[in-house]
């Protein structure tokens, strides 16, 4: 038995699910790009450093909302941070400002992070989609899959010790799994490849709409803490 399925067997045994990205390319070290924008099949020949996947982003044509967008969000925060917050997709401020979780249900957000002990510079935000749905409307499964492995190339370059995916979609998304929040919060799950623990909790703007269910994202909060400092210890 390999050390990878060892390690695999072992998280199984104790109860966590895991759940693998992409298998990744080894690391050639980081390719220069001109300021031209990458194109697709430049993206998926080289590992993009931080500003070339933000122009490849920022350029993206992959699925049709782009047509509609003012601006890609890309992501904000720590780029070597401990914590990763992942989300759903922009909303109509997060779209003009290009930024996630702005208006009411990012100060909450931010309110949440403070309560233990982080702040919105400590962490970093990115979300499923980088462009706005219509209307809102929850992201179509093409548009999730087109953005993908933006995020996916995000994480490995943050490699947080933690993952906290907010709210329905996002959980769903980033796991691969059509179980609700209620089912998938309480426990720890875990990417592979990079192997980064995941805790669910609900979105701000749900908490915002049924606070009687701020106490069970604290719990959440909690749980994810605890990740971090056993794996300190």
């Known amino acids: 038995m390999t050390a990878e399925s060892t390690r695999l067997a072992y ?4 109860g966590i ?6 298998a990744s390319e080894p690391a050639t070290g980081e390719t220069r790009l001109d300021d031209q924008p990458v194109e697709e099949s430049a993206f998926e020949q080289v ?3 931080w500003s070339e996947l933000r122009r490849a982003v920022a350029a993206c044509t992959r699925c049709s909302l782009h047509a509609g967008r003012m601006q890609t969000v890309f992501g904000v925060g720590n780029p070597a941070a401990d914590w990763m917050i992942v989300g759903e997709a922009p909303g109509v401020e997060e779209d003009r400002r290009g930024e996630p979780f702005v208006g009411r249900a990012g100060q909450l957000l931010d309110e949440m992070l403070r309560a ?3 702040s919105r510079e400590g962490v970093f935000i990115a979300n499923i989609l980088k462009c706005r749905p219509p209307n809102n409307r929850d992201p179509a499964a093409s548009e999730a899959e087109a953005c993908r492995s933006y995020l996916e190339r995000q994480i490995e370059l943050v490699h947080p010790k933690i993952i906290l995916a907010v ?3 996002a959980a769903q998304q980033l796991l691969r799994s059509d179980q609700t929040v209620g089912r998938l919060r309480g426990r720890v799950h875990a990417l592979a490849n990079p192997e980064i623990p995941v ?15 701020k106490r069970e994202a604290w719990k959440d909060l909690c749980l994810a803490r605890r990740i971090i400092g056993a794996n300190a210890a």
């Open 116 to 118: 233990v002990g982080l």
């Open 47 to 49: 590992s993009l450093g």
């Open 167 to 169: 709210g329905r979609i």
């Open 17 to 22: 699910d895991v759940f693998s990205l992409r």
């Open 199 to 213: 805790v669910v909790t609900y979105h701000p703007a749900y908490l915002l709409r049924t606070p009687t269910q």
């Open 11 to 14: 998280l199984e045994a104790i």
